[in-house]
């Protein structure tokens, strides 16, 4: 009732600290599972890569807007104004110091003058063809136009903005798709109510061979870009907008499309840039970033299990200790119990002095003194246990001949065993050399040996100790015919406090040490100990002890 009582509690204990383990475990793992796949059905990291994409175009845009404006400074100051003399010459000159501009136009209202200048260096039939069509609309978009744009540009100067409107697009001249610009400003030295208005253009070729490149590389070294030090930067393209043609790419560009598009709206209108990762897509990035994650989280969630599977198994261990520690403190107490209660009663009777027979003494003394034998030994046991937990247990290793410390230590039990009913074999071989032992310590573990298999014998009374040599150690073999040992059980008899489950076992005294201090004090020789049994067939339990002292680890083994 008390043991099945005790049983459940512990389950009980076992199974409240699992799940304080186990639930937030199991728990931190689903939440995560679900994190990932929400991120996985949210297409979250397809949209962020996008966003910083798209981040990185507007950069681009800035710089561009910010690089035109650059070109123009220098340009709107050496402008012409419509009272110069020498308007062409002034413009001729400043296509010359400008060669990425194509063509410089000055209209003025109030004197109706529109003198239009393309650069001179060699140039194709068609460019001039071209230009000329350029300026044929410019001077009637102009006439209708130059009022609102002259307001528009000195009211971005007075807020502070650069003082420049940019037009661009794509137009399909001849049967070329040719894109044309126009920057649009007020030159430097016209009078505040004149309708005047400078015009320039750049050089598509300078756009598309340098101007362009540069702003790629430097939005791609730019410390604002989010992929600023990406091992993999992506790779830009432009294109006109409608007509995927490549354009202008960075020098890591490959295949066709990109993979977020971005149409150019504050300057160079009409182009679109294109941005991805050369090799990979933003969707493989993903997918690989869930597989990896998806590892990551298997790879944790094994090593969890694995940690409490772990502790499960140290706390259940912890908690046999703590049970087989409140065993033993009960079978000692009753074990120190029964042989005082034994010596108190004969010595009592015998202090009375009516005991007349001489064999009744005899019988008296020899009662009280194998009690008291049994209760050194036991507290010699528990003595030699604590100092071994302690890591205080230290051998005194001497040269010793075993065969007369194995005789004389069974002469003085022989008495007691026959008396048992034991049938008592003894074989000690004679060819046994001097070992170096602690003579305590081995006799010790021979009474250990000889006290269990008198203990636990029932009705097959036999006891066999065997001393022989054998590759290169000495074995003392301790035999009985008593009631064995089951095979799940063989290991564990060596452990401190255990005792096997068989209620015989029970009915029978003990602290559940012996075996461990015979182990130890093998070991501690260099040695071992091993079981041989079979329940109901008998055990042999052998100690073998290294001739050799230098296998030996030391003097004291915790
Ligand atoms: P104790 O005998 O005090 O219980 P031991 O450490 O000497 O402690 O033995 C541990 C257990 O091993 C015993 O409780 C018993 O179940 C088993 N055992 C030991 N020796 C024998 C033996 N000769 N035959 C059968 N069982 C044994």
Redesign the pocket.
């Known amino acids: 009732m008390f043991k099945k009582w005790r049983l459940t509690d512990r389950t009980r204990m076992l199974l409240k600290l699992e799940l304080a383990l186990t639930l937030p475990a199991v728990a931190l793992m689903a939440f995560s599972i679900w994190n990932l796949k929400h991120f996985q059905r949210d297409q979250a990291i397809e949209a962020a890569y996008q966003r910083d994409f798209t981040h990185v175009l507007k950069i681009a845009e800035s710089k561009s807007w910010m690089k035109a404006n650059e070109y123009l400074v220098p340009v709107r100051k050496e402008f012409p104004s419509p009272q110069d003399k020498d308007v062409k010459g002034k413009l001729d000159r400043l296509l010359e110091d400008h060669p990425e501009l194509d063509y410089a136009v000055l209209y003025d209202k109030k004197s109706n003058m529109f003198v239009a200048r393309m650069t001179n260096y060699d140039r194709s039939q068609d460019f001039c063809t071209f230009i000329q069509m350029d300026f044929n609309d410019l001077q009637s978009w102009m006439q209708s136009q130059a009022a609102m744009y002259t307001e528009h540009i000195r009211m971005m100067g007075e807020k502070g903005e650069e003082p420049v409107i940019f037009y661009g697009g794509w137009e399909w001249k001849k049967d070329k798709h040719v894109y044309t610009n126009e920057s649009l400003f007020v030159p430097a030295g016209t009078a505040k109510d004149e309708i005047t208005i400078g015009i320039v253009s750049f050089n598509p070729d300078y756009l598309q061979k340098t101007f362009f490149p540069g702003i790629m590389k430097d939005v791609l070294n730019s410390k604002s870009n989010a992929f600023h030090q990406d091992v993999n930067p992506p790779a830009m393209m432009i294109h006109p907008y409608r007509d995927n043609t490549v354009w202008v790419t960075s020098s890591n560009w490959e295949g066709e499309k990109g993979e977020v598009d971005y149409q150019f709206s504050n300057v160079f209108q009409g182009m679109v840039w294109s941005i991805k990762f050369p090799g990979t897509t933003i969707a493989d990035i993903s997918a690989k970033f869930m597989r990896s994650n998806f590892l990551i989280l298997g790879a944790l969630s094994v090593l969890m299990l694995g940690g409490i599977l772990l502790s499960y198994r140290n706390i259940s261990r912890e908690m046999n200790l703590a049970r087989l520690k409140s065993d033993f403190v009960a079978?000692v107490s009753h074990e120190l119990r029964t042989p005082l209660a034994l010596i108190r009663l004969y010595a009592e009777t015998l202090e009375l002095g009516r005991i007349t027979s001489k064999e009744k003494y005899q019988e008296y003394f020899r009662i009280i003194r194998e009690e008291s034998e049994r209760l050194s030994a036991l507290i010699n046991n528990i003595l030699d246990f604590s100092r071994i937990e302690a890591g205080r247990k230290e051998y005194e290793f001497k040269e010793t001949d075993l065969s007369e410390l194995v005789r004389s230590t069974l002469d003085t039990y022989r008495f007691q065993i026959e008396q048992n009913g034991f049938a008592f074999e003894e074989n000690i071989a004679k060819d046994i050399p001097p070992v170096n032992v602690d003579r305590e310590a081995i006799a010790r573990s021979l009474l250990?040996?000889v006290?269990?298999?008198l203990?636990?014998?029932k009705d097959k009374k036999f006891i066999g100790v065997n001393l022989y040599r054998a590759n290169g150690s000495v074995k003392l073999e301790?035999q009985?015919h008593?009631?064995?040992?089951p095979p799940a059980?063989q290991e564990k008899?060596?452990e401190k406090f255990?005792?096997?489950g068989?209620p015989l076992?029970h009915n029978?005294?003990?602290?559940?040490?012996?075996?461990?201090?015979?182990r130890h004090i093998a070991r501690a020789h260099g040695g071992d100990v091993k079981?041989e049994?079979a329940p109901e067939m008998?055990?042999k339990?052998t100690i073998a002890l290294p001739l050799d002292p230098s296998v030996r680890q030391g003097t004291a083994i915790a």
């Open positions: 079978n250990n040996l006290n269990n298999a203990k636990y014998s301790v009985d008593g009631i064995g040992i059980e008899i060596f255990y005792r096997c068989d076992v029978v005294k003990g602290s559940g040490l012996g075996l461990s201090l015979v079981v049994s008998g055990s339990f």
